[in-house]
């Protein structure tokens, strides 16, 4: 069998070791219901422009991805309709007023098929690509994610999408425990708070990429030209 053809990335704390026929792209949670005013998180009281602001990069990054010919996997973080996938636990908190399951103003809020949970249209998904519905913060929890990656023989991924300290994150995390060597898109990925994204950013990379690695869009665009 032949060895696999292998490239760089510029990245931190290192160059990220690319295999150019085994990685693919996953954006996390890019929905309305986090993006636009109205939606669940300006409810909470969040700068939804934070968001927002990252939706060119992420663009950018989904089509430099699809110019290669490579896998792109959108994820949506909701529930059933009748909530038997939503803890009590995770419903209880937030914002006492709106809580996930309730009427909001883009229909119940973070429910599988509503208006709020839907991906941003300029980051829509086209025929082909994989979209993962979850209901965690992690996108292998109670998803078939990990399937699909391994029929797919993915073992490389890039990571963009919202909001780094948590859904990225733990995905980056839940990735690493199973293998995958992970790259986060800084300039495609965001939080509410930008301390907490730059914790995040630290911790990723700390002690020799122990969660994974960090580059730059342009970055890893180009190195998987």
Request: hydrophobic content about 40%.
């Amino acid at each position: 069998m032949p060895e696999r053809l292998t490239a760089e990335i510029k990245a931190e704390p290192f160059a990220f070791p690319l295999k150019r026929d085994a990685i693919a792209l996953i954006v996390i949670d890019m929905q309305r219901d986090f993006a636009e005013p109205g939606g669940f998180g300006a409810s909470l009281g969040n700068d939804v422009g934070r968001v927002t602001k990252i939706v060119p990069d992420v663009k950018k990054l989904i089509e430099g991805f699809r110019s290669a010919g490579l896998p792109v996997i959108h994820t949506m973080e909701c529930h059933r309709a009748d909530l038997s996938d939503l803890p009590p636990a995770k419903r209880n908190r937030g914002n006492p007023t709106l809580k996930i399951g309730d009427q909001g103003p883009m229909g119940r809020v973070l429910i599988s098929g509503e208006p709020g949970t839907a991906i941003l249209s300029e980051l829509a998904p086209i025929d082909g690509e994989v979209v993962i519905e979850k209901p965690g913060k992690g996108a292998f929890y109670a998803t078939p994610l990990g399937d699909i990656l391994k029929a797919r023989g993915i073992e490389q991924l890039v990571f963009a999408g919202v909001t780094t300290e948590v859904c990225v994150q733990t995905t980056m995390r839940e990735a690493n425990d199973r293998g995958y060597e992970c790259l986060l898109a800084e300039e495609a990925t965001e939080s509410y708070f930008p301390e907490f994204k730059s914790a995040a950013i630290a911790m990723i990379k700390a002690q020799g990429a122990i969660v994974g690695w960090v580059g730059s869009v342009d970055d890893i665009i180009e190195g998987i030209a």
